[in-house]
């Protein structure tokens, strides 16, 4: 398979790779045997190959083992999370500080998450719980922006 055989493309902040054949019905997704791997990974960039290994990590699961990659690879998923409470007024930025961190330490939603606070209106969370926070700030109508990171 040549590098015109491979699309690859993003959408949803997800990387899909697909094998194109010669009939437009022989197309399918890219399904890589482990014996496969250092012959495709010559066709790869090394950009999209540092793409690549973050998206399996994030998102992959290993059939044989039926754990998640990062598992097995022993790295962590996490989100970062940054809000602004502009929109907010005085007493709907404390209310919001109480259902984000509690009214006494390990009371809110993020304790809840296993997250923490890393710095002004931005917080460290576990991304399996990063739906969860988006919930959250959605309900209170606050603005995010958020990146999916691997930690070791």
């Known amino acids: 398979m040549g ?76 989100a970062l999370v940054s809000y602004d409470l502009k929109s907010l007024n005085h007493v709907q930025k404390t209310l919001f500080g109480y259902a ?5 330490k390990g009371q809110g939603i993020l304790s809840e998450m296993k997250g923490r606070v890393v710095g002004r209106n931005s917080v460290l969370i576990p991304s399996q719980y990063l739906s969860r926070l988006q919930a959250f700030l959605k309900q209170w109508k606050v603005p995010y922006e958020y990146e999916v990171l691997l930690k070791p």
């Open 100 to 104: 984000l961190k509690g009214r006494t």
């Open 3 to 78: 590098l015109e055989d491979i699309l690859y493309y993003f959408s949803d902040d997800r990387l899909h790779l697909l094998a194109i054949g010669p009939e437009p019905n022989q197309s399918a997704l890219l399904k890589v045997r482990r014996a496969e791997i250092n012959s495709i990974s010559s066709l790869i960039s090394p950009e999209l190959k540092t793409v690549l290994v973050a998206a399996l990590s994030n998102n992959g699961r290993s059939i044989q083992h039926g754990k998640s990659v990062a598992s097995l690879l022993d790295i962590k998923s996490v």
